[in-house]
């Protein structure tokens, strides 16, 4: 309740219901006359001046809204008397925009929940020695020490040291990469054995999280197509609106009609032919769905973006990092004598000090594989090289083999300085990646094409382990974009899903790009739609299905408020419509539609979280593949 009354729109609205609450039943009970009107004149001010000041500066641009239209109604039904049904009218108005402002903050207060993605501080190296500051706060040509395990905090070149940087945050490359003096490391990416001193290069605000922060701030703020037709519609039809009611008003004053019952006749149709409903019909199908969207990890960056997934024939998917996890997992274990148990268990003894991923991924089958790790002492990591321990008396040593692979890695398992065996590590899918896979082409009608630069034997062997039969291996970043930009102009509505900068000019070329948020740069976010927080394979079957539900809702409210419109104007011009009746039916209208579209935040239709990496990755554990570089 304290978050709905920190929304000003909220706080009126709710003063102005309980002016309303009160001035009804005194007047009713017979209270004093200024006690009643002041509880009336609460309930206009409250209610209106937002509107009225909103109306008043359209009408010094020389346009005419509805807020103007609905101020005036109801000021001219309190001229005539009617001072229940203008309040009524202020009420429900205020109501509806209330409602309207919760939904968009609850959009923002979505989407910004999940943006907890940069390091806050960093090491700074000054005059007077090294000091803690805000990683906002660096500036080009400041320098930093990043300790093991710590994330990068601006780009920046390697003065000195020698570490490996996992790099997956930015390219969605699955192993480490050595960094030495001179090279370049990016914002986001992670430390891995080394300490480093780097040079501050770029601004830090030129990050990822920077453009994410950008994208929320649009999110909610841009309008969709059909919002923006319906409002250049609703501004000359409000001349209209006003022009009719004048009619109204002039042609039966000149044969003598009653001054009263005119004036009402006037004002009714003014309340009823209002397009309020029309207005509030499209956009909160729309925002709601950003806001599930955003709950659900997947962050949008306008209502224009849902449209277009609506309309969807055809998805792109890049492999490495989108179709595979972007991390490697031991696939294979060769010992030259004793059992294939007995080795890892040695290497991940040695190794269970380590924070290389290589070393974390050894680790892990030997946990999942329940074996006993004895202690190890005497640890010692060799940046860019490998891991050294005493395990039982014997010291063993776990490196990168220089053996040349192309579809995995080869790691080394030496014992008291001879080949006791080697470990082949490779990228595995992500959990539940056939059946993310099959949803999409249920949701799409199509299945999906695999884009990728690896070499095609591996390329394939992914599409064959995720059901996916259209592969297009060996492409360079042009030749993705090339591909997407012809199948748009053979008429296809195209999503395309990618990781890393080289992911770019596809996302960017596609109708609809969703850029992953582990391997995704500045660049490919601000070329993407939208970013994938979290399960980017699993997220766009049920996303699409969102924005085909939020689109239905939209044309429904737009069906809907446009009915009651015509029914209460032909009740009014052809009868007699009590105002009371057509400030309730019209207004209320405006609410169900507001309501209608919120009810995607209740039932949107999307599992809270989405468990198709927990249903079925336990079956497609070990269906593990090459990495691409």
Same mark, same amino acid.
């Given at each position: 309740?304290s978050?709905?009354?920190?929304?000003?729109?909220?706080?009126?609205?709710?003063?102005?219901?309980?002016?309303?609450?009160?001035?009804?039943? =005194?007047?009713?009970?017979?209270?004093?006359?200024?006690?009643v009107?002041?509880?009336?004149?609460?309930c206009?001010?409250?209610?209106?001046?937002?509107p009225?000041?909103?109306?008043?500066?359209?009408?010094?641009?020389?346009?005419?809204?509805?807020?103007?239209?609905?101020?005036?109604?109801a000021?001219g039904?309190? =001229?005539?008397?009617?001072?229940?049904?203008?309040?009524?009218?202020?009420?429900i108005?205020?109501?509806?925009?209330?409602?309207?402002?919760?939904?968009?903050a609850r959009?923002?207060?979505g989407i910004?929940g999940?943006l907890?993605?940069?390091?806050?501080?960093?090491?700074r190296?000054?005059?007077?020695?090294?000091q803690?500051?805000?990683?906002?706060d660096?500036?080009?040509?400041d320098e930093?020490?990043v300790?093991?395990?710590?994330?990068?905090?601006?780009d920046g070149?390697?003065?000195?040291?020698?570490t490996?940087?996992?790099?997956a945050?930015l390219t %969605?490359?699955p192993l480490?990469?050595?960094?030495?003096?001179g090279?370049?490391?990016?914002a986001g990416t992670?430390?891995?054995?080394?300490?480093?001193?780097?040079r501050v290069?770029?601004?830090p605000?030129?990050?990822?999280v920077?453009g994410?922060?950008?994208?929320?701030?649009?999110?909610?703020?841009?309008?969709?197509?059909?919002?923006?037709f319906?409002?250049?519609?609703?501004?000359?039809?409000?001349?209209?609106?006003v022009?009719g009611?004048? =009619?109204?008003?002039?042609?039966?004053?000149a044969?003598?009609?009653d001054?009263?019952g005119?004036?009402?006749?006037?004002?009714?149709?003014?309340i009823?032919?209002s397009?309020c409903?029309?207005?509030?019909?499209?956009?909160?199908?729309l925002?709601?769905?950003?806001?599930?969207? %955003?709950?659900? %990890?997947?962050?949008?960056?306008?209502?224009?973006v849902?449209?277009?997934?609506?309309?969807?024939?055809?998805?792109?998917?890049?492999?490495?990092?989108?179709?595979?996890r972007?991390?490697?997992?031991v696939?294979d274990?060769?010992?030259?004598?004793?059992?294939?148990?007995?080795?890892?268990?040695?290497?991940? =003894?040695?190794?269970?000090?380590?924070? @290389?991923?290589?070393?974390?991924?050894?680790?892990?089958?030997?946990?999942?594989?329940?074996?006993?790790?004895?202690?190890?002492?005497?640890?010692?990591?060799?940046?860019?090289?490998?891991v050294r321990?005493?395990?039982?008396?014997?010291?063993?040593?776990v490196?990168r083999s220089?053996?040349?692979?192309?579809?995995?890695?080869?790691?080394?398992?030496?014992?008291d300085?001879?080949?006791a065996?080697?470990?082949v590590?490779?990228?595995e899918?992500?959990?539940?990646?056939?059946?993310?896979?099959a949803?999409?082409?249920d949701a799409v009608?199509?299945a999906?094409?695999?884009l990728?630069?690896?070499?095609?034997g591996?390329?394939?062997?992914v599409?064959a382990?995720?059901?996916?039969?259209?592969? @297009?291996?060996?492409l360079?970043?042009?030749?993705?974009a090339?591909?997407?930009?012809g199948?748009?102009?053979e008429?296809?509505?195209?999503l395309?899903?990618?990781?890393?900068?080289?992911?770019?000019?596809?996302?960017?070329?596609?109708?609809?790009?969703l850029a992953?948020a582990?391997?995704?740069?500045s660049?490919?976010?601000?070329a993407?739609d939208g970013?994938?927080?979290?399960?980017?394979?699993?997220a766009?079957?049920?996303?699409v299905?969102?924005?085909?539900r939020?689109?239905?809702?939209?044309r429904a409210?737009?069906?809907?408020?446009a009915?009651?419109?015509?029914g209460?104007v032909v009740?009014?011009?052809a009868?007699?419509?009590?105002?009371?009746?057509?400030v309730?039916g019209?207004?209320?209208?405006?609410?169900?539609?507001?309501?209608?579209?919120l009810?995607?935040?209740?039932?949107?239709?999307w599992?809270?979280?989405?468990?198709?990496?927990?249903r079925?990755g336990?079956?497609?554990?070990g269906h593990?593949?090459g990495?691409a570089?």
């Amino acid at each position: 309740m304290s978050r709905l009354l920190s929304l000003p729109e909220v706080r009126w609205a709710a003063l102005a219901l309980a002016a309303f609450a009160l001035a009804v039943p =005194a007047e009713m009970l017979g209270a004093p006359a200024p006690l009643v009107a002041a509880l009336y004149a609460a309930c206009y001010l409250a209610g209106g001046w937002e509107p009225a000041m909103e109306g008043l500066r359209a009408l010094r641009e020389r346009t005419l809204d509805v807020d103007l239209l609905m101020i005036v109604a109801a000021l001219g039904a309190a =001229a005539i008397g009617q001072y229940l049904d203008g309040a009524l009218l202020i009420v429900i108005f205020a109501s509806s925009g209330a409602l309207e402002a919760v939904m968009t903050a609850r959009t923002r207060a979505g989407i910004t929940g999940l943006l907890d993605l940069a390091p806050e501080r960093a090491n700074r190296v000054g005059p007077d020695g090294e000091q803690q500051v805000r990683a906002a706060d660096l500036a080009v040509g400041d320098e930093v020490v990043v300790r093991p395990g710590e994330r990068v905090p601006a780009d920046g070149t390697v003065l000195d040291g020698v570490t490996e940087i996992d790099t997956a945050s930015l390219t %969605g490359e699955p192993l480490p990469v050595r960094r030495g003096t001179g090279d370049e490391v990016h914002a986001g990416t992670v430390n891995g054995t080394g300490s480093i001193r780097v040079r501050v290069d770029k601004d830090p605000a030129d990050t990822l999280v920077a453009g994410i922060a950008a994208q929320v701030g649009r999110a909610a703020e841009t309008k969709s197509r059909r919002q923006l037709f319906v409002e250049r519609i609703e501004r000359r039809y409000s001349v209209l609106v006003v022009v009719g009611a004048l =009619a109204l008003v002039a042609v039966p004053l000149a044969f003598g009609a009653d001054l009263r019952g005119t004036l009402l006749r006037a004002m009714t149709f003014m309340i009823v032919a209002s397009p309020c409903a029309i207005v509030l019909a499209t956009m909160p199908p729309l925002l709601a769905a950003i806001a599930v969207a %955003g709950r659900r %990890g997947v962050l949008l960056k306008d209502a224009t973006v849902v449209e277009t997934l609506a309309e969807v024939d055809a998805v792109a998917l890049d492999k490495t990092g989108t179709v595979t996890r972007g991390r490697p997992e031991v696939r294979d274990v060769r010992p030259l004598a004793g059992t294939a148990d007995a080795l890892l268990a040695l290497a991940a =003894a040695a190794e269970a000090g380590s924070e @290389h991923v290589l070393g974390r991924a050894v680790v892990a089958e030997a946990r999942r594989r329940g074996l006993a790790l004895a202690p190890a002492t005497d640890f010692a990591a060799v940046p860019g090289s490998g891991v050294r321990a005493v395990v039982g008396g014997r010291e063993v040593w776990v490196g990168r083999s220089a053996t040349p692979a192309v579809d995995h890695t080869v790691v080394d398992v030496l014992v008291d300085g001879e080949p006791a065996g080697t470990l082949v590590l490779a990228d595995e899918l992500r959990p539940g990646a056939r059946a993310a896979v099959a949803a999409l082409a249920d949701a799409v009608g199509e299945a999906p094409a695999l884009l990728t630069g690896d070499a095609a034997g591996p390329a394939e062997g992914v599409a064959a382990r995720v059901g996916v039969s259209r592969v @297009h291996a060996g492409l360079l970043p042009a030749d993705k974009a090339a591909i997407v930009d012809g199948w748009r102009a053979e008429g296809r509505i195209v999503l395309a899903v990618g990781d890393g900068i080289n992911d770019a000019p596809l996302l960017a070329t596609a109708d609809v790009g969703l850029a992953v948020a582990e391997g995704a740069g500045s660049l490919s976010t601000e070329a993407a739609d939208g970013v994938l927080l979290r399960d980017p394979l699993g997220a766009p079957a049920p996303l699409v299905t969102l924005a085909r539900r939020a689109c239905r809702v939209a044309r429904a409210n737009l069906a809907f408020a446009a009915a009651v419109i015509v029914g209460l104007v032909v009740w009014d011009l052809a009868g007699t419509l009590p105002l009371a009746v057509g400030v309730a039916g019209h207004e209320l209208s405006t609410v169900l539609v507001c309501l209608n579209g919120l009810r995607l935040l209740v039932r949107p239709g999307w599992p809270e979280a989405v468990e198709g990496g927990e249903r079925h990755g336990a079956q497609e554990r070990g269906h593990l593949v090459g990495a691409a570089p």
